[in-house]
């Protein structure tokens, strides 16, 4: 399969997704876009390292832009090859990775084939096994051993973001608060100390709980401090001795998970026996202000079809932002039909979004 990375967007989504590529099937799409990149761009190195394609140019501009999108898809639920329609009034395209990301892997490819005075040097990464546990996702295996493809001054991942910069994401902590009591028959209760009534002032804490939200770059942040498990009980005739309750705190980036933990800690103090961290990963700022992302905000701030928002989920962005360079989602699609059988995108997002990418590539602003 050919991919004619000069066509519009549009044409080169459809044929991307016409090539199946399954989670750890990803060989023949990769081909098919190192083979592009390597006949139809000019001045990029291409390296191909597994199921992942590397591009760089290095004609010595002040800044460096990566534009990084996962290859691989979900699996496919009768929904390959795509489908063009016209939903209430507007242009759509239907079929699996139209949204989760093919619509934004294309964009990239198009704009390294068709920017002709760039501002920035451009690497682009194109990866593999983005859909399944982390373990298996190839930036890994380029973290580990070809880290300096990663360096930039910014880093734009094509996920679907309806066209808007979604800037940063949350950290997540989950701690598991256990009371302890004195095991009795439930005949003779007065002889027990019941842990699961200790529960109750936790319970109580949480829902008098005000979550924070707070304002980062021009991004608003709303975290969360929820029970997401609860344990408790022996037997039908037993006082228990022991119970637990195990919070989830949806954090904003501005803390780090040591203050997310005290912040936690003091929520519930003197009401556990025992508080124990179960899971914990960090947040990562917008870092709009950072001057490469400004320049991005800038373009789609004037652009009007779209504006900047916090991301919620967690996304390779983290990875990214981990290595203190500034990273943000950009790419065409609605994120709530990624991975769903009627996932489509419009036609319209997919145009704004190779606009607004193109003025920023080439210094317009
Ligand atoms: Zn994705």
Known sequence: MTLDLH????????????????SREEAAITTAVETALRTQTSGFEVVRHGNVVLARTD???PTRVVLAGHLDTVPIADNVP??????????????????????????????AATVAEPAHDLTLIFYDCEEIAAEFNGLNTIERELPEWLDADLAILGEPSGGWIEAGCQG?????????GVRAHSARS?????????????????????????DIDGCRYREGLSAVRIEG??????????????????????????????????????????????DAAPGALPGLTAPAAKGLADVVRAHGSAGIRAKYGWTDVSRFAARGIPA?????????????????????????????LRAYLEGNQ
């Open 233 to 278: 009980g022996v037997a039908g005739n037993v006082v228990p001795d022991a119970a637990a309750v195990e919070v989830n705190f949806r954090f904003a980036p501005d803390r780090t998970v040591q203050q997310a933990t005290e912040h936690v800690r003091e929520v519930f103090a003197g009401l556990e026996s025992e508080f124990t961290v179960t």
């Open 172 to 180: 997540t902590l989950r701690v598991r608060l256990s009371t302890a």
């Open 59 to 61: 004609r010595g501009l």
């Open 190 to 214: 007065w002889l027990g100390d019941n842990a699961v009534h200790r529960l109750a002032p936790i319970l109580a804490r949480l829902s008098e709980y005000r979550a924070r939200e707070v």
């Open 328 to 356: 943000v989602n950009f790419g065409p699609g609605d994120p709530n039909l990624a991975h769903k059988r009627d996932e489509h995108v419009p036609l319209a997002q997919i145009t704004a979004v190779t606009e607004m």
């Open 82 to 111: 795509g489908r063009f329609t016209v939903e209430n009034g507007s242009e759509v395209l239907y079929g699996c990775g139209s949204v989760d990301m093919k619509s934004g892997d294309a964009v990239f490819l198009h704009l």
């Open 7 to 22: 066509a519009d967007p549009v044409a080169l989504t459809a044929a991307l997704v016409d090539i199946p590529s399954v």
